[in-house]
């Protein structure tokens, strides 16, 4: 079949949705599908980064979108950037012939309205894979008044494609639960999380020394946040155990990746003189296994607001490597379900928004128990949301969505 792949983001991009996408992607096109990609053509976090505007690329004919590339320091840019996406998206997939199956993901915000939108005009099955839940994301982060004009027209736009799937992928039963209030049917949503990157991410014992040492960590107890720093996932908590931390310099604080909210932790940092905090950049595929590998203890952070709205999915790379973590976020998520089923000490913590003192208890804690290395009972949950099945999950559902109805 002839599949189309519609989001802002993908390979070469290292964000987590460019990098499942290129998974599925390469999937598709292994089990004899002709797979056709559209995306932007500037990096996700670093508008500076240009990629090619036509590509085939092992077997995948990818086609991206110019962009202005204003950036996300202020909302106007943001929507600059998406506002173009969205019009020159819409030009080039009038040009293209049409597709037995379209899967869109979720941004720009709405992007699977316009791939609906095409393939009621063109024919062929329409599946969301649900990366984020907009409006919500923009309502919850307090971007759009909800019950206002520009929120009932983008929810009516929403529920309008999401009406029109052949399927909805959830993932998460918080996700599925909100799709469901919107008047999808439950029989329609198939729920799944992302998949962890089996053969990229694995413990690296030689990473994890080589990289402490380039960043002068050897003999600290590592804290690491890596991935996304967005509204949705408030580091305030954390931030707060690090002042509070000032003082004991066995601790190291260290936040790799971008979006919106890294300045907010640089200037924290430089506020209050913090040498203990380091903040690195999104490492590439082939160092990040060094790098996740280099923490004594991971932070995974959901904002009270947006469970069910974003994913963690940062967490499956870390049960993957095996690596202790500390779950920040309301007491009914994903991601507390994951950590209760884990010991309550030695593979996961869990602590609240705005209590500080809870999150510097838990990081105690895990310091006094030193470096046991990759905990069993983390790897074996990790096994549940592997590449290997998940990504081979989704690939059948898809052909089954495009296959004709009787």
Not at 387 to 394: E, I, M, P, Q
């Amino acid at each position: 079949m002839k599949v189309l792949l519609l989001n802002q983001c993908f390979y070469p991009d290292h964000v987590s949705t460019a990098q499942h996408l290129t998974d599925l992607a390469l999937a598709l096109q292994a089990a004899g599908h002709e797979v056709t990609v559209v995306a932007a053509s500037r990096g996700y976090d670093d508008p500076s980064r240009r990629f090619p505007v036509r590509e085939d690329w092992r077997g995948l004919r990818i086609r991206r979108i110019w962009t202005p590339g204003l950036g996300k320091t202020a909302k106007w840019r943001r929507l600059v950037d998406f506002a173009v996406f969205w019009l020159n998206a819409t030009r080039l997939l009038l040009t293209l012939p049409r597709f037995d199956l379209t899967v869109c993901l979720t941004s720009p915000p709405l992007i699977s309205t316009l791939g609906t939108a095409v393939a009621a005009l063109k024919g062929g099955a329409v599946v969301p894979w649900v990366m984020d839940l907009n409006p919500d994301e923009a309502v919850a982060a307090g971007w759009l008044r909800a019950g206002g004009p520009a929120e009932r027209l983008l929810s009516a736009l929403q529920g309008w494609s999401f009406r029109r799937a052949e399927r909805l992928l959830a993932l998460d039963r918080f996700m599925a639960a909100r799709l469901q209030a919107k008047g999808v049917v439950a029989e329609r949503i198939h729920t799944d999380p992302p998949w962890s990157h089996d053969d990229e991410v694995r413990f690296d014992p030689a990473g994890r020394t080589a990289f402490r040492a380039e960043h002068g960590l050897d003999g600290k107890f590592v804290v690491m946040y890596s991935g996304n720093h967005s509204p949705c996932h408030p580091l305030d908590s954390l931030l707060d155990a690090a002042l509070r931390l000032r003082d004991d310099d066995g601790f190291r604080f260290v936040f790799v990746g971008g979006g919106s909210e890294m300045a907010k932790v640089k200037a924290f940092r430089e506020r209050h003189g913090l040498t203990a905090i380091l903040t690195l950049p999104y490492q590439p595929m082939e160092r990040l296994a060094a790098s996740l590998s280099s923490a004594d203890l991971h932070v995974v952070v959901l904002g009270n607001a947006f469970a069910g709205i974003v994913h963690p999915c940062k967490i499956y790379n870390i049960l993957a490597l095996g690596l202790p973590f500390l779950a920040i976020g309301p007491p009914e998520s994903h991601l507390q379900d994951l950590a209760s089923r884990l010991p309550p000490s030695g593979a996961a913590w869990q602590a609240r928004h705005g209590d500080a003192e809870a999150v510097v208890r838990c990081l105690q804690e895990a310091r006094a128990l030193g470096w046991r290395g990759p905990q069993g009972e983390s790897v074996a949950l990790a096994s549940e949301f592997s590449r290997a099945n998940l990504c081979g999950r989704l690939v059948s559902l898809l052909e089954q969505a495009a296959a004709p109805r009787p």
